[in-house]
């Protein structure tokens, strides 16, 4: 099962959302995406869950090269994202949500898995 998420840049800062749930990952800072349903391709993944849970519109970009493992049988693959519409909010699975400048990513708790997507995102910031 791959899940899909997104390095959404605006303004040349990077999006971080802190986890509501579950228990063992609550406040702990991702990249926010979801699973891949039947059907759709990685892409389409991640227009939808970015609209589901920060009510945004975004253009997918490049896939950030690599897979991480999550929990056994899952995998995380990221793409960067652009904002085209809307301010991000946290509607569903976040309690918070931080814009970071290259100098702030290491001011959140990433998740372990999210960390080396983390450190490519940061690497492709475009400038303000
Ligand atoms: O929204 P959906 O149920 O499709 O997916 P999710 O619950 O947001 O994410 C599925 C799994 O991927 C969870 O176990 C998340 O912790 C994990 N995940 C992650 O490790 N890093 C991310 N950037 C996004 C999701």
Redesign the pocket.
């Known amino acids: 099962m791959v ?1 899909v ?1 997104g390095a959404l840049y605006d303004r040349g800062r990077l999006l971080a959302a802190r ?1 509501s749930a ?1 228990v063992e ?1 609550a406040g702990r800072w ?6 891949l ?1 039947p059907g759709e391709g990685p892409e389409e993944t991640l227009v939808r ?1 970015l609209r ?2 920060l009510g945004v519109e975004v253009e997918p970009g490049e896939r950030i090269p690599g897979e ?1 493992p ?2 056994p049988g ?1 995998v ?1 693959r ?1 793409w960067t994202a652009r904002l085209l519409s809307g301010e991000p909010r946290p509607l ?2 976040h309690d918070e949500l931080r814009w970071l400048a290259r100098h702030e990513l290491d001011s959140v708790d990433w ?1 372990d ?2 960390r080396p ?1 983390v450190a490519e995102a940061a690497l492709r910031l475009p400038v303000a």
Do not use: F, S
């Open positions: 899940v998420a986890r579950p990952l991702e990249l926010p995406g979801g699973k349903e869950e589901e849970e991480w999550l929990k899952y995380l990221v569903e699975d998740l898995q999210d997507a």
